[in-house]
């Protein structure tokens, strides 16, 4: 039954085309999520493999922790670099010349603009170039001061508790320090471009699996239907079966061959580096390996994505209709993002627990969404696995039962 | 195997679809005649377990089919009057399907479907999607999903609607063989449909059971006698303002003439020189169903 139901599904043309559809935006993802750009010598830019492999090399020399010392020697060959006429100069290929110079420790650069900002929502470009050797010691101290500075302020009043702005300064004395410093491209690329790979499939399978309760009334094949032996009980589940199964099966050989490709392409190092030690996750109050970040990422992706599919099969079995259940998923990810824009701090603690953050894990990751449970400070990402995947679960029989008892 | 109705009922807010219907049907063919409207599909909508009904209840060798649920479904099958399949699918896979939630063995389900395909004589259609297949050909692969399961009751809803002449009795000859040893209520509003094959008549009105019983039966208790008369051309009309008609007939020589045959329904001759007739189940159907029974000036 379930096979046959998941040749329903496919032997439509929509089935396949929307298969075919996200294949091709999955290698155009790919194309995207691997470039990468290496400044040569010269101040020209490369990209491809070959880019990939200088890269890695400049990055290599620098590999080790992230210790006083490394960090003495980044701002000492940081100021070095910027005293030759090369990175004087008002010519924007010299300048291209000086910071080839730099790529093998321009995250280290971009780490310390964070680290010595003059306050914890600032960004500098330029403050590492201000830098001298002896600053080196306050780098990771800065990181907790800043926050402490920031959680005193009056801005910061209604957004956190005392508990929670706790929990933060508890989470940043925590972080294991010094950072590994490696070549992690490949990683950070993985997981800038994982919301939109998960999107895309979320969406696209949400598509697929929309008709499969309501194509039974479309075709008018539900008097067979409901008539059979099974009709009104596994033939149902067999249903909810098909839909889990596709929207599993295709949402994994999506974000493996994402995952494989990219890492191939850029390589798997850096893995076991705190998301820390990218600029893009100094902030984040998770104390998590990169790795582990990609596996929440793509972990969440799938649990939003089933609940999407399964409220998009909930709507098919209630009303009838694959239009509504097709855009069951399209408003959970979409609405958010239209009242994201407003500054309330009750806004923003449900928006925080909206199913559409389940997709873009990585990137909330970085929100200060913080949620106080009986005494216990967490974070969003816990309750949004446990909310989302709970209402997944609760969607089965609710689908089961709306569907089983159509007339 | 008995399937018993009792005073079955189904009301949609003012609307009585289905009133107070009762009976009960042993093996053989039952042919349910209605008008469109007379509340067929639903009587046996309500058969099918498709829909609830308001009051009554339908009993499967005497316990309550909605008690009997996936039980009674096993015995069932049907082929409803809008015949939905799945278009992308072959006949083949169609009917695998099919048989997979009617709980057949995946063995038995291919022997089932392959004597099935041919028995209904799409052997050369097997691979074709449905889709692809002609009008007559989906009501065969229709009734062919419903025998699929070796149903003891077998529900035909409107069957023939939309058959050529050629298809329809090719149809009718299907039913009848494939009426031994089970029940086959086959609703339809085409008289012919059921005249030669059905073991009892249901003639089904606004919802209630009119009359019933066998051909020969319902034939001998029309209470109304049957006439032919030859009229001029002109005076059509006022027959038809008068009697119910069951035929007019004008044929060549007649037409250069200008005479007509009328068949009409009355209790007295409508003419001195009128004839009267054997009746049949068309006049029967155009006596309880009239003008609405037939196309225009109520010929069947």
Redesign the interface.
């Known amino acids: 039954m379930v096979r046959y139901e998941i040749k329903k599904v496919f032997s439509k043309k929509g089935g396949k085309t929307a298969i075919l559809a996200l294949l091709l935006l999955l290698a155009v993802t790919c194309f995207f999520a691997t470039d990468v750009v290496y400044v040569n010598e010269k101040g020209i830019e490369e990209t491809g493999y070959a880019a990939v492999s200088k890269l890695r090399h400049e990055i290599n020399e620098w590999e080790g922790y992230l210790d006083e010392d490394k960090l003495r020697q980044a701002i000492e060959e940081n100021i070095r670099i910027e005293q030759t006429p090369e990175a004087q100069s008002k010519d924007w290929h010299m300048n291209n010349i000086a910071y080839s110079w730099k790529q093998g420790f321009s995250r280290i650069r971009d780490l310390l603009n964070y680290s010595f900002a003059s306050g914890f929502r600032e960004y500098d470009y330029y403050r590492a170039d201000s830098l001298k050797p002896e600053d080196a010691p306050r780098f990771y101290e800065n990181r907790i001061r800043l926050l402490k500075e920031w959680l005193e302020k009056d801005e910061t009043k209604y957004m956190f508790s005392e508990a929670e702005k706790a929990y933060l300064i508890k989470q940043y004395e925590e972080l294991e320090t010094p950072f590994y410093y490696d070549y992690m491209e490949g990683f950070v690329n993985l997981l800038e471009y994982s919301p939109t790979i998960i999107m895309i499939t979320v969406l696209i399978i949400g598509y697929v699996v929309a008709g499969i309760f309501a194509n039974e009334f479309i075709y008018k094949a539900d008097p067979v239907f409901f008539s059979s032996y099974y009709g009104r009980n596994k033939a149902v589940a067999a249903k909810i079966k098909a839909g889990f199964n596709i929207y599993t099966i295709i949402y994994w050989i999506i974000l493996l061959l994402y995952s494989t490709i990219v890492l191939m392409y850029l390589g798997t190092d850096g893995w076991n580096s705190p998301i820390q030690a990218d600029m893009s996750g100094w902030k984040c109050f998770y104390n998590i390996k990169m790795w582990q970040a990609y596996l929440l990422t793509v972990s969440g992706g799938y649990v939003g994505g089933l609940f999407m599919c399964f409220l998009a099969m909930y709507v098919s079995a209630r009303t009838r209709s694959s239009v509504l259940a097709v855009m069951a998923p399209f408003v959970l990810i979409f609405i958010p993002s239209f009242i994201s824009n407003i500054d309330s701090p009750v806004i923003n603690k449900i928006l925080g627990l909206l199913p559409d953050r389940l997709l873009q894990v990585n990137e909330q990751l970085k929100y200060f969404d913080l949620y106080q449970l009986g005494g216990h400070v967490t974070g969003a990402v816990p309750i949004l696995f446990i909310v989302y995947g709970t209402a997944a679960l609760l969607l089965v029989p609710a689908m089961y039962i709306a569907y089983r008892k159509k007339q | 195997m008995e399937l018993k109705i009792v005073g079955l009922t189904k009301n949609y807010q003012d609307i009585v679809a289905v009133n107070d219907f009762s009976y009960t049907m042993t093996n053989g063919v039952y042919g349910l005649l209605g008008v469109n409207g007379a509340g067929k599909t639903t009587l046996m909508?309500m058969l099918?377990?498709?829909?609830?009904p308001t009051r009554g209840e339908v009993l499967w060798n005497g316990q309550n089919i909605s008690a009997l649920?996936?039980e009674y479904?096993?015995a069932?099958g049907?082929?409803?009057q809008?015949?939905?399949?799945?278009?992308?699918?072959t006949l083949w896979?169609y009917l695998?399907?099919?048989a997979?939630?009617?709980?057949l063995r995946n063995t038995v389900a291919k022997k089932r479907a392959q004597l099935l395909i041919e028995q209904v004589g799409l052997k050369e259609e097997r691979n074709k999607k449905m889709k692809k297949l002609s009008g007559g050909m989906k009501r065969r692969a229709g009734i062919a999903?419903?025998m699929l399961?070796d149903p003891k009751l077998l529900i035909l809803d409107e069957p023939t609607a939309g058959l050529d002449p050629n298809e329809r009795i090719r149809f009718r000859n299907l039913i009848s063989e494939l009426a031994q040893e089970r029940i086959v209520l086959l609703s339809t509003h085409i008289v012919s449909d059921v005249e030669y094959i059905a073991k009892e008549i249901l003639l089904m009105q606004k919802g209630k059971l009119a009359m019933s019983g066998t051909v020969n039966e319902i034939i001998e208790n029309l209470p109304i006698k049957v006439w032919s008369i030859e009229v001029p051309k002109k005076e059509i009309s006022s027959y038809f303002n008068l009697y119910k008609i069951a035929n007019v007939r004008t044929e060549s020589d007649m037409v250069s003439g200008g005479k007509a045959k009328l068949r009409i329904l009355s209790a007295k001759p409508p003419a001195e020189d009128a004839v009267l007739e054997t009746a049949v189940m068309e006049d029967v159907f155009l006596y309880y169903f009239g003008e609405t029974a037939g196309e225009q000036y109520g010929q069947i």
């Open positions: 909508r099918c377990t498709l829909i609830q649920g996936g479904r096993k069932l049907y082929l409803p809008d015949f939905g399949y799945y278009p992308d699918f896979d695998m399907y099919i997979s939630i009617k709980g999903q419903a399961g």
